[in-house]
């Protein structure tokens, strides 16, 4: 019984979480040089950029 138990835990804790475990990649902060693709055109901009025209249409 204990086991069946056990195996539970173990398989919702694998659905709820997954197989990864924690994260080894450190995330960059992103800076108004970061740079970002457009997924329409392909085209690669900064954030800055991205940013200003944004403002424009607004």
């Known amino acids: 019984m ?3 138990l056990a195996l539970t835990v173990l398989g ?6 997954g197989c990864a475990g924690t994260q080894t990649r450190q995330e960059t902060p992103v800076t108004k040089q970061t740079k970002i693709k457009c997924p329409k055109c392909g ?3 900064t954030v800055g950029e ?3 025209a944004i403002e424009k249409t607004r």
């Not at 919702?12 to 979480?17: C, D, K, P, R, S």
């Open 50 to 52: 991205g940013l200003k």
């Open 12 to 17: 919702f804790a694998l659905v709820a979480f």
């Open 43 to 45: 085209m690669t901009f």
């Open 2 to 4: 204990k086991k069946i």
